[in-house]
């Protein structure tokens, strides 16, 4: 091609593609159109259902090719996503974790993704990285890690699992036929993501023991020390312990200074599953935590306790070249990037090179709110859970064990079929939706659960759950009449 003509079809290109970078006024302009959308979004959620079920019109969110405009788009959003569904964002949505996600939070992302600034090394944003590793350095002093610990930031508890895993199995040098031989330890109250983590690392044959739990969904320490000592004298190779601090059914936290010592006792990797409860160690539920600083690798979900938006999990683990042995890896382009100190960038430390700014998600809200709201609104959660609890028993509901943090059940003693009436109660209070609960399975018994953890679930977020459970307590007694 001629230059002449090559320049020409470049010029072409450019006015069009010149579409992609609004100018200032437009920016302006659609930044007063969104302004006006949140901010109508956020007043309209006290007031709104919390889970809408209803079906989506698929055919609306159709990518045609063809340029829309905002406001039809915002439109579209609004009734094919926001109202349908459940509403995390909702103070309502006390049915799974997590739920809210403060402004500060989406003012961290937006900043990021413009500016797009590349967090996964330090030659590329060195400030970039700096945060990052200040937010890892803040989650080391509040569980009580070591300086010389090493984290990072994931998508969330999935991913952190996945590193913490990958870490102990790489230590103990797990593969090959030392796999079907291997033995963890964990309980049925664990989350699902472990099994899900160990697939994905290569131990799907790996030896699992439930241990037994005791009357409040703990791991039962004795069982677990027997469990040990039998595996070994049978030429097992134990390896790995995973405790909760904070399960999801029931929000239990594992005795875990007992566990640590048990795994120090005969030389195992101790990992403590925090995502859910871990940020209540701030709170006046800290001494239940004691242990959790003795772990060689712990999981800790900010988008749960932190109230920050879905996307950001965080593992510490406390042996570096663990991690660095199952993550760092480098070409021949990114030679101009290495650095002695592997363990600063955090592409090393986890699957994901291209790494995602998250870190400004949470530094800029601890920056601009400081600890005490967080730690106020922990403490909040915590005796809204007694407050909910003690108004069902006046319904005449059961309740299950105290938990240790904001997670419980409940059921309605039915005297025929009890199963079968809870589902038919959960069907109806979902059809109402004023607030979502979800349930689960305790011992083959059919229970209501509530999760308490959004920043927006306040008293009288609970007395509408009530209100609500009370009319559709009436309502299943009327039906099945």
Same mark, same amino acid.
């Given at each position: *091609? ?28 659609i ?22 079920? $209803?079906?989506?019109? =698929? ?5 045609s ?10 439109l ?14 909702? !103070? ?21 993704a ?7 090394? @330090?030659?590329?944003s ?5 945060i990052?590793?200040?937010?890892i ?31 102990? &199995? ?8 030392k ?15 472990i099994?899900?983590?160990? &697939? ?5 044959d ?37 405790? @909760?601090?904070?399960?999801t059914?029931? !929000? ?29 160690? *701030? ?22 306790? *932190? ?5 950001? !999990? ?8 663990s ?26 430390l ?7 700014f ?8 601890l ?7 967080f ?5 909040? =959660?915590?005796l ?18 105290a ?12 005297? $025929? ?8 109660l ?10 979502f ?21 306040? &008293?009288y ?17 009327? !039906?099945?009449?």
């Open positions: *091609m001629q230059e002449d003509d090559l320049i020409n079809l470049i010029s072409q290109y450019e006015i069009k593609s010149a579409e992609l970078e609004i100018n200032l006024s437009k920016r302006k302009e930044n007063d159109i969104v302004a006006k959308f949140t901010n109508d979004f956020i007043e309209r959620l006290p007031y709104s259902k919390s889970f809408i079920n $209803k079906n989506i019109q =698929k055919e609306r969110l159709e990518i090719g063809l340029p829309h405009s905002l406001e039809e788009l915002l579209k959003y609004s009734d094919e996503v926001i109202e349908t569904g459940i509403k995390p964002a909702s !103070g309502g949505h006390i049915g799974y974790i997590p739920g809210g996600g403060i402004f500060a939070g989406a003012i961290g992302d937006f900043l990021a413009v500016s797009n600034v590349y967090a996964g090394v @330090s030659f590329a060195p400030g970039a990285v700096a990052e590793n200040e937010v350095n803040w989650l080391k002093k509040i569980f009580g890690f070591p300086q010389n610990a090493v984290g990072n930031l994931a998508s969330g508890g999935s991913v952190s699992n996945l590193i913490a895993l990958a870490a102990a &199995r790489d230590k103990f040098q797990i593969k090959n036929d796999v079907i031989t291997s033995v963890i330890y964990l309980t049925t109250q664990s989350h699902h993501c099994q899900k983590a160990l &697939r994905i690392i290569g131990l799907e790996v030896i699992i023991r439930y241990v037994t739990l005791d009357n409040y969904f703990k791991m039962d320490t004795m069982a677990l020390k027997q469990q040990i000592e039998t595996d070994l004298a049978n030429d097992l190779n134990p390896f790995l312990i995973i405790a @909760s601090a904070g399960t059914d029931v !929000g239990a936290i594992d005795p875990l200074d007992e566990i640590a010592g048990i795994a120090k006792r005969f030389n195992l990797w101790f990992h403590v599953d925090a995502a859910y409860g871990g940020f209540f160690i *701030m709170t006046s539920k800290k001494d239940l935590f004691k242990g959790i600083e003795q772990a060689d690798s712990l999981v800790v979900d900010p988008h749960k306790g *932190m109230f920050l938006p879905y996307g950001i !999990g965080a593992v510490l683990i406390k042996d570096a070249s991690v660095l042995h199952a993550n760092h890896y480098s070409g021949n382009y990114m030679q101009d990037a290495v650095i002695d100190d592997l363990a600063i960038d955090p592409a090393n986890s699957p994901e090179l291209t790494k995602h998250r870190g400004l998600r949470m530094w800029l809200p920056q601009l709110h400081g600890e005490e709201p730690i106020a609104c922990l403490e909040e =959660k915590l809204l859970t007694e407050y909910f609890r003690q108004k069902l028993l006046l319904l005449g509901f059961k309740v299950g064990p938990p240790d943090l904001s997670v419980s059940y409940f059921w309605y003693p039915a005297s $025929k079929d009890a199963n079968k009436f809870n589902r038919t959960m069907q109806n209070i979902h059809k109402d939706g004023s607030v609960l979800s349930s689960t399975l305790i011992d083959e018994h059919f229970v209501i659960r509530m999760a308490i953890l959004s920043f927006r679930t306040k &008293r977020t609970i007395d509408k759950a009530i209100d609500m459970i009370k009319s559709a307590l009436e309502s299943t007694k009327h !039906g099945l009449a």
